[in-house]
């Protein structure tokens, strides 16, 4: 019985996987907004993971630096209710649009910085810059998150762990999941001297302490 249950996650999984994988990435990625994309395989791994802890059903879901759209389409495709993608560049929204037509999903890809949405949901997921370009590039993206939604799935470099750390603290939040895994980063850029280069990240799960408590007392 366990068994097939576990088969069944397994194949929602790789299916998952396949259809995130044909979406169209970008063009003309800019090194300074830190475009690549969520490889179709950890962005299926970090969704399965979501569903079965917080659900998308009925959900409203926000993914905050959507670039080309994958995970507010992953999340779509599990059953969100509804899902709003917030994206800086133009170019990147308007190849996240085509991706939506071509499954034929009603997912919302909104045009402007983080920093300028506020709009309230229920879950943000996020791959935000890391970093690597500019230091602080995340800030925004962590600090935005927090104040939309009461639960908040990121990833970050695992060498921003202090940071991370003492940034969620001072945000009145607690880091409840932390999962160590591999980014692969495809070369992207003329400065990337690998095919592939894997970096170390964690994936975490930030809840609010207002909400903690408020759960503890229902
Ligand atoms: C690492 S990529 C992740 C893209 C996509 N979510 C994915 O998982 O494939 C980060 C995205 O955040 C966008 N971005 C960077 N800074 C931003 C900001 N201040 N406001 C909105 N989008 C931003 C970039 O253009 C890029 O598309």
Redesign the pocket.
Known sequence: MRNKKFNKIKMKKKQLEIKLQKLKGYQNP?PG??????PAAL?SAILNYINLDEGFKGKKVI??????G??AIGAKLLGAEKVVG????PD?IKIARENRNRLDLDIDYVN????EFNDESDLVI????FGSQKKG?DR?FIEKSLSIAPIVYSIHKTESRNFIEKFITELDAEICVRKKTGFPIERTFNFHEEDVKKVNVDFYKFIRNQTKNRLKNE
């Open positions: 800019i907004l830190e475009q690549y994309l969520t962005a993914d905050l630096g959507s670039g080309t994958t995970l917030v994206e800086k560049d990147a402007l910085d983080v920093r996020q791959n935000p810059p590039n925004p």
